[in-house]
């Protein structure tokens, strides 16, 4: 590999490398809710929310109106999310979560049939594409998922104890509609920035994948992050240097990649573990 090719992939590979770090931390919560359609859900909100500024906007763009209100959405199902997540809800969160995807996904159609000119925009926020990824854009995504990285530090016994054992944290006292709210929250900023870079689908793998295949080989949360952000580092070098070479779309050579890791992982799990022991 020649110095062009390393300095034309830099970029997105640091990309990838920041969605792993912030997404396979969510994706050990997402996973402990039970709630493993939530990203797809609040990406879907999101794009309603932009669907609506363009509407507004008459074709111009990608303007700040277009984050804005696309954040702004992803608050509202933040909202939603946290309110209907109860101990004793009759009502399951994830029947909820699939019950905003399809009304998101049906209002942004209807959305998109007055504003046709702007469906490239739509189609590159759905699909994404890391291999056009800038600096300018890595820096500003690195310094937004490094504040929220260090609020959920800061507050990381109530946002996993609300994981863990919902039950158990209303039973101690602690506000978990309002802590439900802050975690969907601060998941709205990271899903709204992560799918402009990388479209829908990588984005659900990054946050689902590597602890998938964590839980294989561990129960402690330590331990399945570290396994996590291992496996999505590998295969986002392993994914964009695939897709260069081969010509391939950038985010479904990854998708993929994530997907014949996980495979590989669990058919070795017996054989590691029987190691270890």
Request: contains cysteine.
């Amino acid at each position: 590999m020649d110095s062009t090719m390393l300095s034309f992939l830099a970029a997105p590979f640091a990309a990838s490398l920041i969605l792993t770090g912030i997404h396979a931390y969510l994706g050990v919560h997402v996973v402990e809710r039970g709630v493993i359609f939530v990203d797809l859900s609040l990406a879907q909100i999101a794009v309603l929310g932009a669907t609506l500024a363009l509407v507004l906007q008459a074709g111009e763009g990608h303007t700040p109106l277009v984050y804005w209100m696309s954040l702004g959405f992803t608050f509202i199902g933040a909202v939603v999310f946290a309110t209907v997540r109860t101990h004793k809800s009759r009502i399951p969160q994830e029947a909820v979560i699939g019950i905003c995807y399809a009304v998101a996904s049906a209002a942004s159609i209807l959305a998109m049939s007055k504003a046709p000119s702007e469906s490239e925009h739509l189609k590159d926020m759905l699909v994404g594409n890391i291999l056009a990824v800038s600096w300018e854009k890595v820096f500003q995504t690195a310094l937004l998922y490094a504040a929220i990285g260090a609020f959920h530090f800061m507050f990381r016994k109530k946002f996993l104890a609300i994981s863990v054992n919902h039950g158990r944290a209303e039973e101690t006292g602690l506000n978990v509609r309002l802590w439900d709210f802050l975690f969907y929250a601060s998941f709205g900023f990271v899903v709204t920035s992560s799918v402009s870079i990388a479209g829908v689908l990588l984005v659900f793998c990054y946050l689902i994948v590597p602890s998938v295949a964590a839980m294989l080989y561990s129960e402690r949360i330590g331990t399945r992050l570290a396994i996590g952000w291992t496996m999505g580092t590998v295969v986002s070098a392993v994914g964009v240097y695939l897709s260069f070479i081969l010509d391939f779309p950038t985010g479904a050579t990854i998708v993929c990649t994530f997907g014949v890791a996980l495979v590989i992982m669990a058919t070795f799990r017996p054989l590691i573990l029987r190691a270890a022991r």
